[in-house]
């Protein structure tokens, strides 16, 4: 005797095929063939051999219908797929059914794949019986989240970025996309001067960045926020400007140099004639001179003290005081006084007295730069009070220049200023018949 399947109208050909799905679930395929196979088909009797899409493979149809036997029904099996053909004289009705519970559940592990830089991306695909409400927590874009996990990995947590629903009268298929939350990309400019701007984008939530921020904005990328901070370092990689003691780059130029002048004061004694004469030796000479640019970002506005020492320099090469002499010559009734100033000029010889003295009735005789000043009895004293000038500036290194420029502002408004510090190499020693130092 043939079986019948939820109605006396259709009849069992074979063994319905049983397939079995992931996480519990089945697929069910059953063959029938109709009571008659000419009328069967008609619009009017399409009710006696199709049911309808997501009943229950247990129900009975309202037409003759019947019962399934002891043991036969699967749990939550519900009709998907009906069809029918034509074989000979047979008039066969193939219906499926699958397990579609009143609870979501994944047709298959999920579907992992990389994105952007790296970052992980999961497709979780759900399924369940027609009209089945989606969870809450599943349906937030940018906010509901996995903390999602392959094997002993430390679990990395994903956003929710999209989602879509499925519906048909058997079903209500729901996917969702997950994208890990983290660094989209870094893009870096190389600007002057040893800077680098450093442009990242975040996804979801915002990262870690070394440097101060200059820009910050926010997007989407496939329906999650992002987040693009633009921040300053060095070429290195450092935070730009938080101490501003450490020189971000360096280079070497030429720079004008003013060798000051050279003059010698002398006073000689020669019996009873003293002479003081000034002579002056070198002339000041402005010669090109190898020095390094440090570039420097800070918070602060000001010239530092350090700044005039940096680089193991003596000071700032900036002579406020040239060399002079003054000359006080005295004797009998006779007074001469005088004074040269010798701009651009300097000496290393200090102040000195001389005493002329008379002898066997001669006058004692003072000449400045060769001239006769005063002749007097017993004796001249004359003194040269000397102003040295600037030092020596050769054998030492110098800082040139200091100067300070606002740079740029970050996103909360505080300045950041360039600082530049020019430090002359040792200065080399004036040479004769040459084309300068360097020759």
Known sequence: MAISHRTNRLKLIGTPAVEQLQNGRYQLTVNCSTMNSREDWYSSNKARIFPDFGSLESAEMSIDGLAPRKGEAYTDMRLVSVESLTQGDQYIVTLVYQTLGATFVQVKDDTIDLELN????VTRTSIAQAGTDIPDDDKDVGVDYIDHQIDAETAVRCFLSSYQVDDTDSYREFERTYIQAGTLSVATKNLSEGVKQVTTVFLVTEGTTVGPV???STDNFQGLKTITVTTMQDKNGNPLGTAGTTPVHSFEVFSNFTYPGLFIPSGTVSGQIGNLQIELTKAPAQSKVRSTVYVFFTKTSTIESTDYKYDSAVGLWSPNDWGAVSVTAAGGTGVFNDS??????RTDVSTFTRLIPASFGNFAQFL???SLKITATPSIRFTATINKGPRDPVGSKWVLDVKIATAFDDVDGET????TIIVTESIPA??????????
């Open 118 to 121: 790296g970052l992980r991306r």
């Open 214 to 216: 200059t820009a910050r």
């Open 340 to 345: 040269k100033a010798l701009r651009g000029y």
């Open 368 to 370: 400045f730069q060769g």
């Open 416 to 419: 950041y200023y360039k600082k």
């Open 430 to 439: 004036q040479e004769s018949s040459v084309g300068g130092p360097y020759d």
